[in-house]
């Protein structure tokens, strides 16, 4: 089976640091991805592991331990702008065949 | 580079009807999926084209199909539309293979059944 978990929501503080779990169960691995969607947009790419350990770019920062199927989104210096969905998606063993999570909506309060 | 369109951006049918939508990729990008989004139930896989053949395919009925032509442009339809097919129907490009080959999404089409 193909099973993918984050939660549903979060809210965190303007400035505040958030991270966003992702725990996944697939046949095939072949990367792992997260996009952020604002609102009534198209998801928008903001990272991609495929070896195990954290990826750095800018405030936005992406760990992969493949060993125990997780992943997590972190989030530093948030800004009201952050305010969106997070989608975590795992690429299977071909092509671009994508496995979605369903989502995490991220509040950023003042 | 122009980003990826798609045609119509909304579209209203009646249930038994079909329709078509349309995808033109980023210029260079030979790989398109598409995507179905329902507040329900995510954002689905449905299938994969390259090179104007299907690589993928998700777990969705044969109602819906799909093909891409020689210009990489690709385009969907679903027959025999259900009030469940309500959703946005997203297309994404990028390059063929390998690596942190994102996808870059277009707009998409919002489609409602009735």
């Known amino acids: 089976g193909q099973n993918i978990d984050q939660p549903t929501e979060m809210t965190a503080t303007e400035g505040a640091i958030v991270q966003i779990n992702c725990t996944y169960q697939?046949?095939?691995?072949?990367?792992l991805f997260w996009y952020q969607q604002h609102a009534g947009e198209a998801p928008t790419f903001l990272s991609y592991n495929v070896l195990d350990g954290l990826e750095e770019k800018g405030r936005f920062s992406s760990f992969l331990s493949r060993s125990k199927g997780y992943s997590y989104l972190l989030l530093k210096e948030l800004q009201m702008k952050d305010s969106a969905s997070y989608l975590c998606?795992?690429?299977?063993?071909?092509?671009?065949?994508?496995?979605f999570g369903p989502g995490t909506r991220l509040s950023v309060l003042p | 580079k122009a980003g990826v369109t798609q045609t119509p951006r909304y579209l209203i049918k009646t249930r038994g009807q079909q329709v078509t939508l349309s995808c033109s990729p980023i210029?260079?990008?030979?790989?398109v999926s598409w995507y179905q989004q329902t507040p329900g139930q995510g954002l689905q896989f449905l299938f994969e084209?390259?090179?104007?053949?299907?690589?993928n395919k998700g777990n969705f009925p044969g109602r819906f199909s799909g093909r891409q032509f020689s210009n990489s442009r690709s385009e969907m339809n679903v027959s025999t539309l259900e009030l469940g097919d309500s959703a946005l129907y997203l297309c994404?490009?990028?390059?063929?293979?390998?690596?942190?080959?994102?996808?870059?999404f277009g707009p998409g089409t919002r489609l409602t059944v009735l």
């Open positions: 998606a795992v690429r299977k063993q071909d092509g671009q065949n994508f496995v």
């Open positions: 697939t046949s095939g691995f072949n990367g």
């Open positions: 084209y390259f090179s104007e053949t299907q690589r």
């Open positions: 994404a490009s990028s390059l063929p293979r390998g690596g942190s080959n994102e996808q870059f």
């Open positions: 210029s260079g990008h030979r790989s």
